[in-house]
């Protein structure tokens, strides 16, 4: 694929017409020094290393821009990392280690950028570099230790469960848009291949097969001093930190994962607006429909925050508590902003909102303390809360084949009660 990958890229490039090149072109002289280093690197395939000062100035104005103003930047960046990913896998170039790079930086334009227009060109070559020079080496034994399951702290935060619906309603109207509901063992979910097939490591990684590489957070809760956010090998197995793979969009990753789930028919049904978020918008996508994946051990916590779209929360393996209050309750939540000292200085930290604080969506206040002594504390910090918010507030435990639907606005926090794996779909 290699050479006739460069020569279809560099065609594209050499045709102003082209709407990659029409992208690519807003990068300003940026555009031509690239163009020139492509067609370098055509004749001196085993120099991909002239690829990589635009990835990274790429990188560097893809942060700094708003998505909607980075298409170029992100254009740039997939394109770069696909030639510097097809020169270490060049003729010239034939050992593990090069590969491994090769696939990495492949994973990396998906993850970072979205890779625009180049999704389908990416997932083969990884197929192809995988199947000419790798090989899925089985995992070494961890001695690790088993998982307990006796029962966490459940605090006094809330005061109601989540309603399960059953049988079903035929359609998702106004009648049940308004407030959460479960669907416990819900029959769609049932036939999901998923609710077998994830549980499995071994699954999972003949799926993405060698040298894959997946977003995710390090530390119990994003809102806490130690968290991080880090690239890491899907192999991986982590015994000194918690890593928590979290609103991440795998099924794009690792398209062979889409057959293994379905589409409840409810997140197509376009509700409207609930009286209790009027300012509801559905996801600006093609397909109205933002799918995301969750994957994480005993423990890991999402801090109270709100979302602006509908919410059809699939468990698929493990167990899983989710605690839900309604929108009214914001103003007892005590969430971040930009003057909270312990996180005002984390521009990537999704407990605080610069650029609309007056929005923000994270709640400062732990709806999960994990004992009698760290609830007191709470209560003592944030009184308001405690004495408002409990009476409104729901919680409940789903479990595998368990669907939990929200509207948008709704204050929600989850805590895996072991190794869980949910999907999530905006809607």
């Known amino acids: 694929m290699s050479l006739e990958f460069f020569d279809q890229l560099l065609a594209e490039l050499s045709d102003e017409s082209h709407p990659s090149t029409v992208d690519l072109r807003c990068c300003g002289s940026v555009y031509f020094e690239f163009y020139a280093a492509a067609r370098s690197l055509h004749d001196n395939v085993d120099s991909g290393t002239s690829m990589k000062p635009f990835i990274d100035r790429a990188y560097q104005e893809m942060s700094r821009l708003p998505p909607s103003e980075s298409l170029c930047w992100r254009r740039l960046y997939t394109d770069a990392c696909l030639l510097y990913a097809v020169s270490e896998v060049s003729d010239l170039v034939q050992d593990d280690a090069a590969a491994t790079e090769a ?8 993850i970072i950028a979205g890779a625009p227009g180049r999704l ?43 309603p399960c619906i059953h049988p079903p309603p035929n359609a998702f109207g106004r009648e049940w848009s308004q407030k959460p509901f479960v669907l416990q063992r819900h029959g769609h979910v049932q036939g999901w291949k998923a609710l077998s097939s994830w549980a499995s490591i071994d699954y999972l990684r003949s799926v993405a097969g060698a040298g894959r590489l997946v977003p995710v957070e390090v530390g119990k809760d994003y809102r806490t001093e130690e968290w991080t956010q880090r690239l890491m090998s899907w192999d991986s197995q982590p015994q000194n930190e918690v890593s928590y793979l979290a609103q991440h969009n795998l099924l794009m990753q690792f398209p062979a994962l889409e057959g293994d789930i379905g589409i409840p028919e409810y997140v197509y049904a376009c509700p409207d607006p609930p009286s209790c978020y009027p300012a509801y918008k559905p ?11 969750w994957l994480g051990p005993r423990g890991t916590i999402s801090p109270a925050h709100t979302d602006p779209f509908f919410n059809c929360y699939a468990q698929v393996v493990g167990r899983k508590t989710v605690w839900l209050a309604p929108p009214d309750v914001s103003d007892l939540m005590y969430p971040f902003d930009t003057s909270t000292s312990d996180t005002a200085d984390k521009s990537r930290n999704p407990a605080v909102n610069v650029t609309e604080p007056s929005m923000c969506n994270t709640s400062r206040v732990d709806v999960f303390p994990d004992s009698p002594e ?9 009184p308001d809360f405690w004495k408002g918010v409990p009476q409104k507030a729901m919680c409940m435990t789903l479990a595998p084949g368990d669907v939990l639907f929200f509207p948008p606005g709704w204050w929600h926090a989850m805590r895996s009660e072991e190794t869980s794996f949910s999907v999530s779909m905006w809607f």
Do not use: C, W
Not at 103 to 110: F, K, N, Q, S, T
Not at 141 to 149: D, V
Not at 283 to 293: C, E, F, V, Y
Not at 374 to 382: I, L, N
């Open 374 to 382: 760290a609830e007191k504390a709470s209560r003592d910090a944030f």
């Open 103 to 110: 696939v990495a930086v492949l994973d990396r334009a998906i």
């Open 283 to 293: 996801p600006g996508n093609a397909d109205g429909l933002i799918i995301n994946a």
């Open 120 to 162: 389908d060109s990416i997932h083969q070559l990884i197929k192809d570099i995988q199947e000419n020079h790798l090989t899925l080496k089985p995992l070494r034994a961890s001695p690790g230790h088993k998982q307990s399951l006796t029962q966490m702290y459940h605090s006094s935060a809330f005061s109601l469960g989540v």
